[in-house]
């Protein structure tokens, strides 16, 4: 399992678009990729799930990623973070 | 609720159109494009999914789908529907609508509503949106759910009309 902490930078938070284009980064991976925000976890390949955390500027929120590649998941999807949001 | 039986004896219009649960239909009177004539790249490059747009011609968007809203995002821009069959559409009104932070928009539904294809998603103040933006509404599939889903020609729609075929 491979964590990463990510503190949102964008106004706007991870609404829609973004959670979208995050979702199509997860998916391609094999293992579990999970989000967390206070506690409580979404399912990274899922738009709504991800939506619902209703992740605002500010948040911390954890990226986890697990099970076969999450080496690469963490690498490829952290850097989405950083640069979307 | 008892008033739900009353409904049913005082003939109120209902919004809501009859049909199956695999229909998806137009959520106003719009004129339907492609997703490609989309200004916004995420949208018309397919990224979050296929699907269609819709240049509104009235203030009030509609459920395209009997199912439930999975995800309603606060700001009343965006609406995450899973159909019963598996499949899920986001509704995205407008575009960069994010930015207006809920100003112009009425949400007229919660999140883990049930809904009828027809029924009321949310009222638009068009006039203060479109001084600001693009108010090309999305319908997109984020999850086909390995389903094939096809939509009728592009051109004029009507609000209820059954969209895909």
Request: net charge negative; glycine share 16%; hydrophobic share 30%.
């Given at each position: 399992m491979r964590e990463f902490k990510y503190t949102v930078k964008d106004e706007l938070g991870m609404h829609a678009r973004p959670a979208g284009l995050f979702v199509k980064e997860a998916v391609v991976f094999p293992g579990r990729i999970t989000i967390v925000k206070n506690g409580k976890e979404a399912d990274g390949k899922k738009i709504f799930a991800v939506m619902e955390l209703d992740v605002e500027c500010?948040?911390?929120i954890i990226l986890r990623t697990e099970g076969e590649q999450e080496e690469e998941a963490i690498s490829v999807l952290s850097r989405f973070l950083e640069e979307n949001l | 609720m008892l008033s739900i039986f009353k409904k049913k004896e005082t003939a109120v219009p209902k919004a809501s159109v009859h049909v199956s649960d695999d229909e998806i239909t137009a959520i106003a009177d719009a004129v339907m494009i492609p997703l490609e004539e989309v200004k916004?790249?995420?949208?018309a490059q397919k990224m979050m999914g296929d699907g269609v747009a819709f240049e509104l011609?009235?203030?009030v968007v509609l459920s395209p789908c009997n199912g439930t809203l999975s995800a309603v995002f606060p700001t009343g821009h965006a609406y995450g529907l899973t159909m019963k069959n598996g499949v899920e559409l986001l509704v995205h009104v407008g575009i960069n609508t994010v930015s207006s932070k809920?100003?112009?928009?009425?949400?007229?539904?919660?999140q883990d509503q049930k809904v009828q294809a027809g029924d009321p998603l949310v009222k638009l103040d068009m006039k203060k949106l479109k001084a600001n933006y693009d108010m090309t509404t999305m319908l997109i599939i984020t999850d086909p759910n390995e389903k094939e889903i096809r939509f009728i020609d592009y051109g004029e729609v009507?609000?209820?009309?059954?969209?895909s075929r």
């Open positions: 500010g948040d911390e | 916004d790249d995420a949208f011609k009235e203030d809920g100003d112009g928009f009425k949400v007229l539904v919660e009507e609000k209820g009309q059954k969209i």
